[in-house]
C-alpha cells in the first residue's frame, strides 16, 4: 500500500475507490472499466493541482517519504560493478554513510551516501542517515583515495544532520565534518553532489563541497530543520511550516540563491511514484554535469570549487 501524505487525504480516497473498483471486476464483477478510467482522470488532475501549489513545509514532508529512493537505490540503479569500502581506518566503520568504487555510464568513480534505510531494521542500522565522526572520517578517507587514483566523486545526500550525541561529540564531530569538508574542496578530481531527499545543516555539507551541486525538485536543503528552527525561534516545534517559509529550503529558492547549480525535475506526485522515471533522470543530469568537468585538470578544479563557495560567502546568503 502507497503511503500518503496528510495534504494527499483527497489524492489516497480517490485512489482507494479506484483500487476497490479494479478488485471488484477482477474478482468476476461487473465491468466498472469506464468509471475506473473517470476517476483516474480526476485523481490525476487533482494531484497536478495539488504538486502545482506545494508549500515549503509540505516539500519537507516529501523530501522525507519513506517510500522515497535512498542513496542505496540510486547506487544500485545507476553504478555497475560497485565494490562497497568500509570504515575511517581509525575507530570503526558508520553504516550511515556507504561508499565505495564503481562505474558510471562506463567510467570509473568514487561514490560516496547517507543511507536512512528503508523499515525499521535498516533505519536503525544505518541510524536514520545521521553519521558519527567516523563516517564523515570514512567520507574523507574515499575523497582522499579518488583523488590519489583519478577518480570523479559522485555524492548522494539524504540526512536530518550529524548525529548530535554525546559519543560522537566526545570522539570530535565538528572536526570530522570540517576535515571532510576540506577533503571535498581539495580534491583534484570532479565531484558532483545531489541532494536527493533532505540535506541537513554541515551533515550535509560535508558530503557536498562539490563542483556542482545538484538537488531534486522535491528535497530540501537547510543550516537546520524546520521544526529545529522553530523550536529556537518560537519555542514550539508546531511552527515548523512557518520556519520552512522562512529557511528559503527548497530546491527553486536555493537555485534563485546559486547555491544549487541545477534542480532535477521529479514524477508528477514526487520521486517514490516513479523511482526508475527518477534515477533516469538523475543520471542524465549527473552526466551533464560531469563531462566538461572531465576536461579540466586538478589545479583548475580546486581553485574553481573554492572560488565558488568563497562566492556564496561575498554574496552575504550563508
Known sequence: MRQFLDFEKPIAELEGKIEELRRTTDAGGIDVAEEVSKLRDKAHKLLQATYAKLTPWQKAQIARHPERPHASDYIKGLIEDFLPLAGDRAFADDSAVTGGMGRFRGRAVMVIGTERGHDTESRVKHNFGMARPE?????????ELAGRFGLPILSFVDTAGAFP????????QAEAIARAIEAGLDTPVPFVATIIGEGGSGGAIALAAADRILMLEHSIYSVISPEGCASILWRDAAQAATAAEALRLTAEDLRKLALVDAVVAEPLGGAHRDP???LAAVSRQIWDSLEPLLALDGATL???RREKFLEMGRAGVV
Request: avoid cysteine; charged fraction near 40%.
Open 165 to 172: 550525541g554525546i559519543e560522537a561529540e566526545a570522539r570530535g
Open 276 to 278: 526508475a522515471a527518477m
Open 135 to 143: 563516517g564523515y572520517r570514512k567520507a574523507r578517507r574515499l575523497m
Open 302 to 304: 580546486r581553485a574553481r
